[in-house]
């Protein structure tokens, strides 16, 4: 458990239970010692890496070299007058200056690249789960930075940094009206057939008992021209490139969100399981130290946390509570599941059901926390605080 969760669970109980909290006045702030106002320390000196992860770290650097594989995209790798940018480039770029090794970059034309077997991408992978290999680029490259998203059958492939939160957006014609999942219904969408967006329609169609017409095109880009050039009504796409790129077609609006918040972002082989301890570690401190904001608002326009606006619910709140990629997984597991469950004492503090409203204080902090995060509440009422400890004796779902 996190320091951080165990800290929420604290708060938790503090609030619960009906406990005060002090005065204002009565919190006394230690002066900053001189340790405190030192610079901090370098990022690598604040990965608290096991011996593992800093024997392969010092054989990286021994090597001088780090090798990528990209897609040139604007937002990830992109060359201008034979320099790269983007995002995700100038993300790894810092951590090769941070570790001192140079770049060694490999520009793949397409996502399947990635899946290659012998030269090959085997459609079997995403449905047979004993079809299980190493990719051929992982023995010429270290990590594939790209914005890929975690699904199934990826994950027999290979390990994950994901970082960047996304939604995926529907892309379609102004003329057509897409207010609703229903509303895709026997219309065109452009998508290709090895994308994590594929896995989305066939989600849907199976959920929702729809049925969609294909167009199969290339690239991402090929299916926002289909849209563009009225060839399809519709495709989607992750939120943190939508909005730029809707900006430079005449023809294409943003639409609804199709799916829940999720992350994408690198891949690393599974021969090799240090070095995505080492990132993921790597990016947490980013994140932590605001860095992460620097690099998002040079390629996008916006700061990484208003991104976040766009994307979730109640974001400015959810934002402030400064939470790790972890905990927003626990969210999104709550938000799955439609309810957070909590148990409250039968009180005027916690809640009164003899009230016309349950006005209890600490029912209505879970009421609004509820509505934050997006799901129901479900409670179990208890009438002696001793029970916080023992049996549950009464369910109550709202």
């Known amino acids: 458990m996190t320091k951080k969760m165990m800290?929420?669970?604290?708060?938790?109980?503090?609030?619960?239970?009906?406990?005060?909290?002090?005065?204002?006045?009565?919190?006394?702030?230690d002066e900053p010692t001189t340790q405190t106002l030192d610079k901090k320390p370098s990022i690598v000196d604040e990965l608290d890496l096991t011996d593992k992860e800093a024997a392969y770290l010092e054989a990286l650097q021994n090597g001088g070299v780090l090798k990528i594989a990209s897609r040139e995209i604007e937002t990830v790798l992109n060359s201008s007058n034979g320099d790269y940018k983007g995002f995700n480039y100038n993300t790894i770029r810092k951590f090769a200056d941070d570790v001192g090794v140079d770049l060694d970059v490999t520009i793949v034309d397409n996502i399947e690249v990635f899946f290659y077997k012998d030269g090959v991408f085997d459609e079997t992978v995403k449905t047979d789960p004993n079809v299980v290999y190493k990719p051929d680029l992982f023995e010429d490259v270290d990590i594939y930075v790209d914005t890929l998203t975690q699904i199934p059958w990826r994950e027999k492939l290979m390990d994950f940094i994901g970082f960047t939160p996304i939604r995926e957006l529907v892309i379609h014609q102004p003329d057509i009206d897409i207010e609703n999942i229903y509303d895709m219904n026997d219309k065109t969408v452009a998508v290709q057939s090895v994308s994590s967006y594929m896995s989305t329609f066939t989600d849907i169609e199976q959920t929702y008992g729809i049925r969609?017409?294909?167009?199969?095109?290339?690239?991402?880009f090929d299916a926002l021209t289909a849209v563009d050039e009225k060839r399809a009504d519709f495709t989607i796409m992750d939120s943190n490139r939508a909005f730029l790129e809707a900006k430079k077609l005449s023809n294409i609006?943003?639409?609804?969100?199709?799916?829940?918040?999720?992350?994408?972002?690198?891949?690393?082989?599974?021969?090799?399981?240090?070095?995505?301890s080492i990132l993921t570690k790597y990016m947490d401190v980013l994140i932590d130290r605001g860095i992460i904001n620097d690099l998002w608002l040079t390629d996008y326009d916006i700061s990484f946390y208003e991104y976040y606006t766009l994307i979730l619910k109640d974001a400015s709140i959810i934002e402030a509570m400064n939470l790790t990629r972890e905990e927003l997984a626990y969210i999104d597991g709550l938000r799955k599941r439609g309810a957070v469950r909590i148990a409250l004492q039968n009180n005027v503090v916690g809640y009164n059901p003899d009230a016309e409203v349950q006005t209890g204080y600490n029912y209505l902090l879970a009421e609004d926390f509820a509505k934050v995060i997006g799901v129901d509440l479900e409670m179990v009422i208890i009438d002696q605080f001793t029970r916080f400890f023992g049996r549950m004796v009464k369910h109550l779902s709202k």
Request: with cysteine; aromatic share 12%.
């Open 253 to 276: 609006e943003v639409g609804i969100p199709v799916t829940d918040v999720k992350f994408v972002g690198w891949a690393v082989s599974k021969d090799t399981p240090e070095l995505t």
């Open 7 to 29: 800290m929420i669970m604290f708060i938790f109980v503090l609030v619960f239970s009906g406990c005060t909290q002090p005065e204002v006045n009565d919190v006394k702030m």
């Open 212 to 220: 969609l017409r294909y167009v199969y095109v290339d690239t991402i």
